[in-house]
């Protein structure tokens, strides 16, 4: 496999994702850019416009086991990573396994459960592996964590750590459809489309496990030239000197930059890199990790124009 292959297979699954998914193609590229980095996303947006059924299709089409955990504020860490139970028979514990031992985690409403409950995802996010009674248990590969959030209702909800927020590669907006394309969502309800049953579809999939992580070999050897490893450094620096700016981009970001500028590259058929790849990653990177001024605020500035004004500032590589 060669980034030219990766390409068809990339337009194969866009092909198959659009017998399920009418619009958000940006977010659906970012998505596969995302798994096929190995990096985790935090989708962001109202209720009623697709985020599950992204995280679904996604998971079908690469043959992936899928579970969803409804984050709620009594949800408790070992809801999520598991426990030891006694066996009377045996006379023995066991461990039962919680639904973190799964290939794509929709972990829907993240912001609703406490900090504790939310730090259990932290090591299996970080590490690909979970420690229960002082054993370490290692997840089936691919792992993705795809966390969801209301930008809208904030009562009883506890906003994600800077820390937890570092480990998500990518923050996703999930916008509203245009007029057309709402049309053509209704048009497919009103003809018997089901949600709930993709394989109704004829949804196929395009990749197994393991010729996602065979992806990822490929990815690897995409060539990055010094001038677009100086742009991306560049780029985190100006963050980080940036008058509007509280906290600028960590160096964590600028590794998920490159990774992910790889892997743009790739599925656009490419051994290298480019600084419109650069461009392309760096948003949706960047937004859940600046923190802006108060005055900043005021000025009605937030992430997104900051990160224009960056990349505005920084003279593009040839």
Avoid: W
């Avoid at 993240?110 to 299996?124: D, V």
């Avoid at 461009?279 to 802006?292: G, S, T």
């Amino acid at each position: 496999m060669n980034p030219s292959d990766l390409q068809t297979v990339y337009e194969q699954l866009k092909t198959q994702a659009a017998r399920v998914i009418v619009g958000q193609e940006a977010a659906l590229e970012l998505l596969t850019i995302a798994l096929l980095t190995g990096g985790h996303v935090l989708l962001e947006g109202v209720p009623g416009t697709g985020k599950t059924l992204m995280a679904k299709t996604l998971a079908q089409l690469v043959q992936a086991q899928f579970t969803r955990i409804q984050f709620t504020p009594d949800l408790m860490p070992s809801d999520i990573l598991g426990t030891s139970v006694f066996d009377i028979q045996s006379g023995q514990f066991y461990l039962k396994k919680g639904p973190i031992f799964t290939q794509i985690l929709l972990a829907d409403e993240i912001n609703r459960a406490p900090a504790k409950t939310q730090s259990a995802l932290l090591e299996a996010m970080e590490e690909r592996q979970v420690n229960l009674e002082g054993q370490c248990h290692f997840l089936d590969a691919p792992f993705m964590v795809i966390a969801t959030q209301n930008p809208i209702e904030y009562e009883g909800t506890y906003p994600l750590p800077e820390a937890q927020l570092d480990r998500f590669l990518f923050k996703i907006l999930i916008t509203y459809s245009p007029l057309e394309t709402e049309i053509e969502i209704l048009n497919r309800y009103h003809n018997g489309f089901d949600a709930h049953n993709l394989a109704a579809t004829g949804l196929k999939p395009i990749l197994s496990a393991a010729g996602v992580l065979k992806a990822r070999q490929v990815i690897q050897q995409v060539i990055v030239e010094q001038g677009i490893l100086r742009y991306i450094a560049q780029l985190a620096a100006a963050s980080r000197q940036s008058p509007d700016l509280l906290l600028g981009a960590s160096p964590r970001a600028s590794t998920h930059v490159l990774l992910a500028a790889k892997t743009c590259a790739a599925l656009r058929g490419r051994d290298y890199v480019t600084p419109d790849d650069v461009k392309f990653v760096l948003p949706p990177i960047y937004r859940h990790r600046l923190l802006l001024r108060p005055e900043a605020e005021i000025e009605g500035l937030n992430a997104d124009t900051v990160i224009q004004r960056l990349l505005g500032q920084i003279e593009i590589p040839r």
